[in-house]
């Protein structure tokens, strides 16, 4: 199976270990990622903020290569997939001039749902070699992937399960908890620090009273919004994986610690203990 | 427009010797041209709040959502875009998936956050607005994000860098860059993006208008 794939900024820099299991993983599952040529930014969420125009016509670029490359879409970054369909949608309304040859046609998958589908979970559930029992984690999808329902599509936008789904295929214990897709904050930190950092910190401080050791995401943003708040903290911190990560690690036979050396919440000790790794 | 007015009595008390606010003067030209502009019919709201109740941020705005689809109502457009609110929002959607009336209300707060750019108006969370303008700068520079890039455009902004050493932030952001970098999290450089023309393209499309 061949799929375009548009990674997003983010897995350049802040997430490039979330890129790196995503290769790993797609490898081993014997999925062709074409990446798109030459992709550029989606604008979010500045570009919506403050030009309409720019928040259709920024993606659309992204869309024409893929049409071109005659492939659908495949994207790990929740806000770069929640602006593909956006734009996608305002294409097929014809509202804005768009300087490039798109028709709007191609698919726009959301990684995460990509491989809950019932026959990736068939040859993700071929692939563990070594179950992660006994791992009890959480999943937090974050808002851009699953609302607003109209965009992404999702029907159980209130309690998602494409992540518990993943997740629960790798052994691990997936616990349901009531906040998996309340806001963590997103880019607000880097303006008003206290306003992420208070809704960050519930997000946390509700993950561990539904019993987690760990969060698993697939959006890179909230990802460092959950892991930088623990820099400081180094007993009883919460690591937060990629969900790749932990498939990778369920893929491997033995472990290895540098896979997490990015991470501010240290994740070695966790796993350790678990003799995962 | 009787009962539009009764509706405002009770929505704010009037304080007695303060001139009491009427509708916009120009009577709902403002409510329609914002319906024409967004496809959203805001008369639907019929103020039960629950935007306002999901919003994870609405104890930080002074406009509540609720207010905000109101005042639309009302023709209040100044009050709007020299508000806290439109800038403070996430964008997290929850009030749009909420809605029983099917009001959009996040697009409704981006379509004034557009105007409020367009407008002389100064914006009240000036450092969230001057992010936003970065970010746009940095990606026409560069057509993709890097972030060492876009917080060091962000901070050379005039007043940024002034307001953080105020608020005794500088420090706490200089060690989390450092930490940053230990962890291999930044990219220092970034590779030529060879398509830097078509983004030109994209950018004449808004006319000059935001960058």
Known sequence: MRLSFYPGCSLEGMANDYARSIDTVFRDLGIDLVEIEDWSCCGATAAHSLSQTMSVVLPARNLAVAEKMGLDIVSPCAMCFNRLRFSQNMIRKKVFDIPWHVTGELRVHDMTRFMAEPSMIKSIKKRVLKPLNGLRVVCYYGCQMVRPPKITGYTDYENPQTLDRIIATTGAQVIDWSYKSTCCGASIGIARREIQESLTRRILQKAQQAGAEAIVVSCPLCQSNLDIIQKDRSDRCTPVFYFTELLRLSFMESGASKLFKMHFADPVSLLKAKRLL | ?211
């Open chain 2, 1 to 211: 427009m009787q009962n539009i007015i009764s509706g405002l009595n009770q929505a704010h008390e009037h304080v007695p010797g303060k001139k009491r606010k009427l509708i916009g003067d120009r009577g709902d030209f403002f409510l329609n041209r914002m319906q024409g502009e967004t496809g959203v019919n805001i008369s639907a709201c019929y103020q039960c709040e629950r935007c306002t109740n999901a919003c994870p941020v609405s104890h930080f705005m002074d406009i509540k959502p609720h207010q905000a689809i109101r005042y639309v109502q009302l023709g209040w457009r100044e009050d709007l875009l020299k508000s806290s609110t439109i800038w403070i929002c996430l964008s997290c959607e929850m009030c749009t998936t909420y809605c029983p009336n099917e009001v959009d209300v996040a697009e409704i707060i981006h379509h004034l956050r557009n105007m409020a750019v367009h407008s002389s108006i100064t914006p009240k969370e000036k450092s969230l607005a001057v992010f936003h303008q970065t970010f746009l700068e940095v990606l026409r520079k560069s057509g993709r994000i890097n972030e060492l890039r876009l917080m060091n455009a962000y901070y050379l902004k005039p007043d940024i860098l002034h307001e953080r050493i105020k608020n005794n932030i500088l420090k706490e952001d200089l060690l989390l860059g450092m930490a940053l970098l230990r962890k291999g999290r930044l990219k220092l450089f970034t590779p030529k993006f060879r398509a830097i023309k078509e983004i030109k393209k994209a950018y004449s499309q808004t006319r000059g208008e935001i960058v």
